[in-house]
């Protein structure tokens, strides 16, 4: 293993002691949109905005991580295998879409349904590699909430679902920026 970065063991300690605002704090701009626009916009609006608007999450989070301090497209920063093993999971909730976009071709409604649910399915290894129950809370809860909505407010999915995965967003936040690091 190279010395300049250290053991897996030391490059997990390093990554878990980053701040994690600029891609929660991404994912909560986009549904808030996606929420605003299920408020005043047409349904038929709303899908693209969805479908672009989380495709853009890790576009808009790159760009936010100047602002956050992070600057995840430093160069200089030392090579991290848990920064790729991150961008492996951001990969995964992309790949989600092969799942989503059958669904939504049969049931537009059900794109806040799988799209919240499985983009949000990344907290899960994130979670593990910084050691903190935030992510296990993150996906699950919103899973649990997603689900919960889809079947309760049929009428307000493109609503209520985005709003709902904002909330979680923002106790999420809380949590990351309160959270005790090594």
Do not use: C
């Amino acid at each position: 293993m190279d010395e300049d970065i250290g053991t897996l063991k030391e490059q997990r300690q390093e990554f878990a002691n980053q701040k994690f605002l600029a891609t929660p704090l991404s994912g909560l701009i986009v549904w808030l949109i996606v929420g605003f626009s299920g408020l005043f916009l047409p349904d038929r609006t709303t899908v693209w905005i969805l479908f672009i608007g989380t495709g853009s999450i890790v576009y808009l989070a790159l760009f936010l991580s100047k602002f956050t301090g992070e600057h995840f497209l430093d160069k200089q920063k030392p090579k991290n295998e848990f920064d790729t093993l991150f961008f492996f999971t951001v990969g995964q909730a992309v790949l989600v879409y092969a799942i989503a976009i059958p669904f939504f071709l049969v049931d537009y409604t059900s794109l806040p349904l799988t799209v919240g649910i499985l983009t949000g399915s990344m907290w899960l290894p994130f979670s593990w590699i910084i050691k903190h129950r935030v992510g296990v809370f993150h996906a699950i809860g919103r899973t649990v909430v997603v689900v919960g909505l889809w079947y309760l407010l049929p009428e307000l999915r493109f609503v209520a679902i985005p709003f709902a995965i904002v909330l979680i967003y923002v106790l999420t936040l809380v949590v990351l920026k309160n959270r005790k690091q090594d």
